[in-house]
């Protein structure tokens, strides 16, 4: 099972801030919004019922890179690249 952490990077502007997730020290999704809890959502932090949302384009993308499984955790720690 792979282990997937979202990230935010840098500190939040008043226009949002990017977020990416990391698998094996490698970028595999990234996004830009405005707050932690909307990052999650749009990165597939939660399970949603819509198929087309962002979060589910993450998930079916983890799913197909990583078929043995996985797991998404967040960490509120700021990555400085």
């Given at each position: ?8 990077v ?9 977020y ?6 490698q970028?595999?999704?990234?996004h ?10 749009d ?15 993450r998930r079916?993308?983890?799913?197909s890179l ?6 998404v955790?967040?960490?509120e720690?700021i990555l400085?690249?």
């Amino acid at each position: 099972m792979k282990l997937i952490t979202i990230r935010p990077v840098y500190e939040l502007t008043n226009v949002g801030r990017r977020y990416v997730a990391i698998c094996d020290y490698q970028i595999i999704a990234e996004h830009f919004c405005s707050t932690d809890e909307w990052a999650k959502r749009d990165l597939g932090f939660y399970k949603t019922p819509d198929s087309q949302s962002f979060g589910e384009q993450r998930r079916a993308l983890y799913s197909s890179l990583y078929p043995e499984g996985y797991e998404v955790i967040f960490s509120e720690e700021i990555l400085t690249e």
